[in-house]
């Protein structure tokens, strides 16, 4: 099971990465895009991901995958369960989701 501080220890080594407390969820931002973040309840961790891709992915696992909130559709944004996730995973998750917002020459140094 994933917790906030795994989260935290990936999302903070990565450059340029800022750690904010907004309406009692934990974001990590770059600037001021937002490309992680988890619920107040630690039970929920959302991240940037390719929104052409995001239907399929829930729909092949909704169990692991949703979007929590629908106003949050218009984003290349998707949610996971932390519970179902391997640290693995949501390294990798927190990695590419961080590439999407840095600039190309910055994304290719790690």
Request: aromatic share 8%; net charge negative; charged share 30%.
């Amino acid at each position: 099971m994933v917790t906030l501080d795994d989260v935290r220890a990936c999302a903070m080594s990565l450059p340029r990465t800022e750690e904010h407390l907004i309406r009692d969820h934990v974001k990590f931002r770059v600037g001021r895009i937002v490309y992680a973040a988890v619920a107040p309840d630690e039970t929920v961790m959302g991240f940037g991901f390719p929104r052409e891709e995001r239907g399929a992915l829930i729909a092949a696992e909704s169990e692991r995958f949703c979007l929590t909130r629908t106003s949050d559709a218009r984003f290349n944004w998707i949610d996971a369960h932390m519970a179902e996730l391997s640290v693995a995973e949501m390294r990798e998750f927190v990695i590419d989701a961080w590439r999407m917002v840095v600039p190309k020459r910055l994304a290719a140094q790690l």
